[in-house]
């Protein structure tokens, strides 16, 4: 079984900044797997924000979160981040970190094998 934990999340002014947190644990956890960022706003489907491969390679942005996001992991401690700057309105939602099997695969919403249970992040005028 593999859990993850997130954290970070908060209310925030626009044009600020967080940075939110994900940590794996589990035996069936591999730090070969890749993980990322989901985020679901109230009444919409839930989208992709974010992926990288387990040796932070490669990483994907959507393009609503370019320039102003970024994800890194440390596999020393089975840790991803997603540093959000400038946040606007339209990034509020409850973002969610999931494991899957590559960052191209995740994007389409294929092969995620794990979920967060999500940190609600709340941007304010």
């Known amino acids: 079984q593999v859990q993850l934990v997130e954290s970070g999340g908060g209310l925030v002014q626009a044009g600020g900044s967080l940075r939110l947190s994900c940590a794996a644990s589990g035996r069936t956890f591999s730090s070969r797997y890749a993980m990322g960022w989901f985020r679901q706003a109230p009444g919409k489907e839930r989208e992709f924000v974010a992926a990288?491969?387990?040796?932070?390679?490669?990483?994907y942005l959507a393009d609503s979160v370019k320039g102003r996001f970024t994800i890194s992991r440390d596999n020393a401690k089975n840790t991803v981040y997603l540093q959000m700057n400038s946040l606007k309105l339209e990034d509020t939602a409850v973002y969610y970190c999931?494991?899957?099997?590559?960052?191209?695969?995740?994007?389409?919403?294929?092969?995620?094998?794990?979920w967060g249970e999500g940190t609600l992040v709340t941007v304010s005028s």
């Open positions: 999931a494991v899957g099997l590559s960052p191209a695969t995740m994007r389409a919403k294929n092969a995620i094998y794990h």
């Open positions: 990288s491969t387990w040796d932070s390679g490669s990483t």
